[in-house]
């Protein structure tokens, strides 16, 4: 749901924005006319509508996918990274998924795809992971064998979307 009222002089603007009361403030706009107040108008939803969304969807970003040397006893990770450089005959990595809530299953998958230098993604591997439901956090160690950039999403066992992050695989010299 989205109400705009902009009404002029000495009479009030009120916003609300998916049940959100955002403003209700007296507002007066003198020089507004015409086109200034259609353009005023939109500048105007265009900072509510970027501040609605960046509170709606902050929660979002509490579930996290990072790439590390290693994990804390907290969970937290060490040496994070978005580029790690392994061998030609590969090198490990772990990958650390941190939720804002229970993982409420017994199992989670991680979907791997190569990046081509065009950005198309190519399946490159499922990698499962068994969890207890209750946890928040949960790592794994994954071992790569081919340098490139890969993108990684998780999901739960019933396909549920829950992390998903970019790395760089490059070799050493």
């Given at each position: 749901m989205f109400?705009?009222?902009?009404?002029t002089?000495?009479e009030?603007?009120?916003m609300?924005?998916?049940?959100?009361?955002?403003?209700t403030i007296?507002?007066?706009?003198?020089?507004?006319k015409?086109?200034r107040?259609k353009?005023?108008?939109?500048?105007?939803?265009a900072?509510f509508?970027?501040?609605?969304l960046?509170?709606?969807?902050?929660?979002?970003q509490?579930?996290v996918l990072?790439f590390?040397?290693?994990?804390?006893?907290?969970?937290?990770p060490?040496k994070?990274?978005?580029?790690?450089?392994?061998?030609?005959?590969?090198?490990?990595?772990?990958?650390?998924?941190r939720?804002?809530?229970?993982v409420?299953?017994?199992e989670?998958?991680y979907?791997i795809y190569?990046?081509?230098?065009?950005?198309?993604?190519k399946y490159?591997t499922?990698?499962?992971?068994?969890?207890?439901?209750?946890?928040?956090?949960?790592?794994?160690k994954?071992?790569?064998?081919?340098?490139?950039?890969?993108?990684v999403?998780?999901y739960?066992?019933?396909?549920?979307?829950?992390a998903?992050?970019?790395?760089?695989i490059n070799?050493?010299?």
């Amino acid at each position: 749901m989205f109400k705009l009222f902009i009404y002029t002089k000495k009479e009030f603007f009120y916003m609300n924005f998916y049940g959100i009361n955002l403003a209700t403030i007296d507002f007066t706009i003198y020089l507004i006319k015409g086109k200034r107040m259609k353009q005023f108008s939109l500048l105007l939803l265009a900072v509510f509508f970027v501040v609605g969304l960046s509170a709606k969807f902050s929660s979002l970003q509490a579930q996290v996918l990072y790439f590390c040397e290693d994990v804390d006893e907290d969970g937290y990770p060490e040496k994070e990274s978005s580029s790690f450089t392994i061998g030609s005959d590969g090198g490990w990595l772990k990958f650390l998924v941190r939720l804002d809530d229970d993982v409420d299953c017994n199992e989670v998958k991680y979907v791997i795809y190569k990046v081509s230098r065009n950005g198309k993604e190519k399946y490159d591997t499922t990698i499962y992971q068994d969890v207890e439901e209750n946890w928040v956090w949960f790592w794994k160690k994954i071992t790569f064998y081919d340098d490139g950039k890969y993108n990684v999403y998780t999901y739960d066992k019933y396909d549920n979307f829950l992390a998903s992050g970019t790395v760089k695989i490059n070799f050493r010299d």
